[in-house]
């Protein structure tokens, strides 16, 4: 029988991967991909039992899928790097229920892009407040307290504000590529004192006798999905916060099924992986996601993450390279500040109201910050 409406999917492959992907647009990242979204769930790290029970949205019309949202059911805020946990103390403390809520996002992935999918030539106006009102009436209907956009566009975020949900914004840190013709000429835009320094640093590899390359393309084997892990683990497991969201059957299940999508910067010594870097790649975009090392040197962190592949991003055309979450060092490196955005529903008309009005106090100073960061960045200093 034909499907038609609204359907709440609790798995991703209860869609084939070709209809899912026939609704990606050119500004849709990787992370969208049907093959990411299920090697999420293959491997149990976006599963019920980890906290990622998946309640997707798809729109059919007779028959053919002409939307969808990925989306879990959460109980709490954990991997989802949503940072709403002051709105959820808050709400606790006015004994208000904020969990489970439903959260439209990629797991453990704090990059920006689409949140809802629609298929080329439909209304996407239409669509878009569609999957917001089913999620509305989802909510109601299961008495979730709570609904949340993580991490949209701009443009997306927009869709949100306009079916009714407060919007919040924050910012990291994205390097883009104004043009140059080579790394010399990004290091141009730094004065003098800062360009030295960032030269000894890019030089601190070499003089320690490791070689830096990015794998791609068919040399991306079993082997680089396990060496990926590994070094993923090798971060996590130093720190007394670390989170072993992703396991080693994830990384082989992208390995084997989107590896044109995927880059590890290796970072070698006499042949042997010293440390390295699992990336991201769309066309225009590169997402750095997870370092880890072997062995501790100065200034290898920096070389693996951020100058090996800003290089590689001039040399490919890439246009933005996103380096992950947090970092004000990364400012110190060319990096600017860039806007991101959550948007944010609720049940409860009092914790609505609440929320909205602690985000007319939070969003000009927040954005006050971004502006601050531009004025105070090093590239912006006149060469000397």
Not at 300 to 315: D, G, M, P, R
């Amino acid at each position: 029988m034909a499907r038609d409406g609204v359907v709440v999917l609790t798995t991703i492959d209860d869609i084939e991967p070709a209809r899912w992907d026939a609704l990606l647009s050119p500004r849709s990242t990787p992370f969208l991909r049907h093959a990411w979204l299920s090697a999420l769930e293959k491997s149990g790290c976006a599963a019920p039992r980890a906290g990622w029970t998946p309640r997707h949205l798809a729109i059919f019309r007779r028959g053919e899928l002409v939307a969808a949202a990925p989306a879990y059911l959460r109980e709490d805020s954990d991997g989802d790097f949503a940072r709403d946990w002051d709105l959820a103390s808050s709400a606790a403390r006015a004994r208000l229920r904020y969990y489970p809520k439903l959260a439209l996002t990629v797991p453990f992935t704090p990059c920006a892009g689409e949140r809802v999918l629609v298929a080329p030539g439909e209304n996407r106006a239409a669509l878009v407040a569609r999957v917001f009102d089913a999620v509305r009436k989802l909510c109601n209907e299961k008495l979730w307290p709570a609904w949340q956009v993580l991490f949209p566009d701009e443009s997306s975020a927009r869709e949100a504000e306009a079916a009714g949900l407060a919007l919040r914004v924050s910012f990291q840190f994205h390097w883009r590529n104004e043009g140059y013709r080579s790394m010399d000429d990004f290091l141009a835009r730094f004065n003098a004192k800062r360009r030295h320094m960032l030269k000894r640093e890019i030089a601190a590899a070499a003089e320690q006798g490791i070689a830096i390359r990015t794998v791609r393309g068919d040399e991306l084997n079993a082997s680089w999905a396990k060496a990926a892990h590994a070094l993923h683990r090798s971060t996590v497991d130093k720190l007394m916060w670390g989170r072993r969201w992703l396991n080693e059957k994830f990384y082989q299940l992208i390995f084997a099924s989107m590896p044109e999508a995927l880059e590890v910067v290796a970072a070698e010594r006499d042949g042997k992986l010293v440390a390295g870097a699992f990336n991201v790649a769309s066309r225009t975009h590169l997402y750095g996601r997870y370092w880890g090392c072997f062995e501790e040197h100065p200034f290898l962190h920096f070389n693996v993450c951020y100058y090996h592949s800003i290089a590689q991003c001039i040399e490919r055309g890439v246009q933005v390279f996103e380096g992950g979450a947090g970092g004000e060092h990364k400012l110190a490196r060319g990096f600017l500040p860039a806007l991101t955005y959550s948007a944010h529903g609720f049940l409860d008309a009092r914790l609505d109201e609440a929320v909205r009005d602690h985000l007319l106090a939070e969003t000009p100073a927040r954005t006050e910050s971004v502006a601050r960061y531009v004025r105070e960045s090093p590239i912006f200093k006149k060469a000397s």
